[in-house]
């Protein structure tokens, strides 16, 4: 028995900025923002928190699904932008969708959180569980430094909410993962105050150490390497050639780190998934938003063969193995 995705929104914010409105505010432009990244525009929620994001995308899977709040089971909340360092986020979306029966937790994976959360869900659901949301969302725009040229101009705000139900047989589903993680690598991207090692004080608020703090060129470089490896890897496990692959749907970073990926997966541009360029990076969201605008788009089918990627702060990264159980929308 394999855990399936039954139902899937997204909810992206209304407010769009596109690289121009940087061009005055920082020393950027939006030749550089987009030779460099892919990025064009990118939307920030302003008022609100993570559980703004996601709770508009959870409700929308329920209607899709036609089920009720009260059947959740588990409800998993993938972010490194929690509402608040506690309650969970999780506990939160449960209250303001009415899901009295769930019980859930926040998962810290950044970028790679949506797999890690998928990979969790799937597995409760082997074990039982009937009705688990992976929800993996992040308001980014509350932790950006907008002097740090850096790093404000790469990341946005958004969510994606899918729901997992057992599938009776093997047919579709999850059906496998490679995930990984390298401590060492958390000294090249991290939030430097705030948390129990820092806690907030005048000083570090002065210093801005409340904020994204990344190196770029190091990232990169171990990006590049580790997504494009495990997703070659997960493709020899499973015995998958490039013409079996439907889609690659990889975590939106940098249009350079998702091209490296597929060409080492030996797949054409057609079969990738790219929304970078209207998104940005939304962390946690990137993948589930791009999996729900495929569905929507009417370009996946039942049995379609999935590779997701993702690589992000910790280092965390990964793949996932998905064989998509849904029939092709109309769209
Ligand atoms: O999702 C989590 C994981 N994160 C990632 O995967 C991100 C990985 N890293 C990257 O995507 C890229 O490293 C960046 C997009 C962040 C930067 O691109 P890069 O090609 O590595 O540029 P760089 O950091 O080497 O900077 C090149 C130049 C520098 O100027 P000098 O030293 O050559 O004079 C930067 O100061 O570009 C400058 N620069 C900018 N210029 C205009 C940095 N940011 C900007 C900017 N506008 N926004």
Redesign the pocket.
Known sequence: MKATITSIARYLPPNVYDNHW?EDK????DE??RT??GIRERRFLGEGGTSDLIVPAAKEVLQRRGISAEEIDVIIVCTVTPDNFFPSTAATVQRKIGATNAWGFDLSG??SGFLYGLWTGAKMVEGGVKKVLVCGGDKMSSILNFED???????GDGAGVVLLEPNPDDTHGIMDSILKMDGNGGQY?YMPAGGSVKPPTKETVENKEHYVF?D?????K??VVGMANVSAEIMEKNNLRADDVSWLVP????L??IDATANRMGLSKEKVVVNIDRYG?T?AG?IPICLSELYDEGKLDTGDNLILS????GYTWGSVFLKWGMKKTNS
């Open positions: 940087f920082i020393d950027t432009n550089w923002i460099r990244t950044a970028c040229r850096a790093t404000c101009v790469l990341f991207l990344q770029g060129q190091t990232v990169f171990s990006a975590h939106q970073a940098n350079r780190i990076n962390t990137t993702s690589f992000g702060a």
